[in-house]
């Protein structure tokens, strides 16, 4: 199995960025899906997640600003960053769980600067 995550770059702040991640191989019935960002110096922190038949969950400091979304039949999630800021700045992670095993996309760097 693995986890492709693409989609980030260079952005000033109060731009935008659509992170994708999409899984291959033997995967089935993904329950959990999500994002994680790791800033230098700090601990990967949970920024978005959805399970299907439930709303949303989202870290504070993004509310508002991100929305997560999946495509279940793609094993697909998205993350669509808008209103970004220089604290944001980091590696973003995606996260699948199926059957209780966590797979980990390779990671998509975020900078926001000016």
């Known amino acids: 199995v693995q986890l492709q995550a693409s989609g980030g770059g260079l952005v000033q702040p109060g731009g935008s960025l659509r992170l994708s991640c999409v899984a291959s191989?033997?995967?089935?019935?993904?329950?959990?899906m999500g994002w994680y960002r790791q800033a230098p110096g700090k601990q990967r922190e949970l920024v978005a997640s959805?399970?299907?038949?439930?709303?949303?969950n989202y870290a504070d400091s993004v509310k508002g600003r991100f929305t997560i979304s999946r495509d279940s039949a793609k094993n697909t999630v998205h993350l669509q960053m808008n209103s970004l800021k220089p604290e944001g700045t980091a590696v973003y992670y995606c996260k699948m769980t199926s059957n209780g095993v966590n797979y980990w996309g390779q990671g998509t760097q975020v900078t926001v600067s000016s």
């Open positions: 959805i399970i299907p038949g439930r709303n949303p």
């Open positions: 191989g033997s995967i089935y019935r993904i329950n959990v």
